[in-house]
């Protein structure tokens, strides 16, 4: 939405409804239409049938997926294009309909009192995350949002930073390892460690079998407000510190560096706030964590550098990490 022409009433019109578009694309996920599309094209009345809809506005629906990219239509079939097709199809190993799942059932209320968020400085989500916690399912679906990050930071993150120098790895708050598991299959001398909540912990079992990794990685349960991180040669935090304020993000940047090892590196990664084409994403983001969390927002990389000085790195090397996220790569001396 960044191209329009918001000096006209029509491109201000057109800002105005873009969540319309938005909606359609959460609701096709929240549907699995591109699960029920993948090899399997239909028509407009086998699609009302296989999903169990009414009819009326299905049309209108699908032409709308169609004319924003999503749907190619064939005669009177609908099929998946492309990019719905390799990311929005559920157990393709490429999917992140996970975080637009999440999205929808989290954000998307949250932004309709986005002024009373501006008003009061209070989160306006439902619940907080020890109701995730306490739900299994919904639990099932945070982790499945976090995965849907991870599967596509993970082979960036692999081509920013050189791990095999390193013989052990940490991901703090790494939820049920995705990212990490991906960092160990393209490391096969390295063994990774996660460190979260405990009520990942069967999710990351489940996950580590599925990736065959059992014997590289392990988890360990904790807070990392009150219990010690274990030591690594590498420790990875990435999309944490956004969660916090700036005390809070100090304090934790100070705990992952006394479990760096000598030699080591701290890698922090978040969609940190500073001119360039990232901005208006990554400012939408520091708004939804204003609607999520007590504290958090995204931050300028020049805080994070503050943060990693206190803590005694004294060498900074701060990379792109795709579209949106920004890595420090925090070394010591």
């Not at 000096?7 to 609701?27: D, H, M, Q, V, Y």
């Not at 692999?158 to 390193?166: C, G, K, T």
Request: aromatic share 8%.
């Amino acid at each position: 939405m960044t191209g329009l022409d918001v000096t006209t009433p029509a491109g201000l019109i057109r800002l105005c409804n873009a969540f319309c578009e938005s909606k359609a694309l959460l609701t096709a996920v929240e549907l699995d239409l591109f699960t029920e599309l993948h090899d399997n094209p239909a028509t407009e009345e086998e699609i009302r049938v296989r999903l169990g809809l009414h009819g009326r506005g299905l049309r209108d629906f699908l032409l709308l997926l169609t004319a924003l990219g999503l749907l190619e239509r064939q005669g009177k079939r609908y099929r998946n294009a492309a990019g719905a097709d390799q990311y929005l199809v559920r157990e393709q190993p490429t999917y992140i309909g996970g975080f637009m799942r999440r999205a929808n059932d989290n954000l998307y209320p949250a932004y309709g009192k986005l002024s009373e968020a501006l008003r009061t400085g209070l989160p306006q989500a439902q619940g907080d995350f020890d109701d995730v916690l306490r739900d299994p399912k919904i639990l099932g679906r945070f982790i499945h949002m976090m995965d849907a990050l991870t599967q596509v930071l993970g082979p960036q993150l692999i081509e920013a930073y050189d791990f095999s120098a390193h013989g052990t790895l940490l991901d703090v708050g790494g939820c049920r390892g995705n990212l990490a598991g991906q960092i160990v299959k393209a490391h096969p001398d390295l063994t990774g460690t996660v460190f979260d909540l405990p009520q990942m912990e069967p999710f990351f079992d489940e996950h580590m079998a599925s990736l065959g990794l059992t014997s590289k990685m392990t988890f360990n349960p904790g807070d990392f407000w009150n219990d010690p991180l274990p030591q690594a040669d590498v420790v990875v935090m990435g999309h944490v510190l956004h969660d916090y304020d700036f005390d809070k993000r100090r304090f934790l940047v100070e705990k992952a560096a006394a479990a760096v090892r000598p030699g080591g590196a701290l890698l922090v990664y978040d969609r940190m706030l500073d001119e360039g084409p990232a901005q208006v994403e990554n400012l939408v983001i520091s708004l939804d964590m204003l609607l999520v969390s007590e504290g958090g927002s995204e931050y300028p990389v020049e805080e994070l550098r503050q943060h990693a000085a206190l803590a005694g790195f004294t060498s900074l090397e701060e990379k792109r990490l795709g579209d949106f996220d920004t890595l420090l790569i925090c070394r010591r001396g």
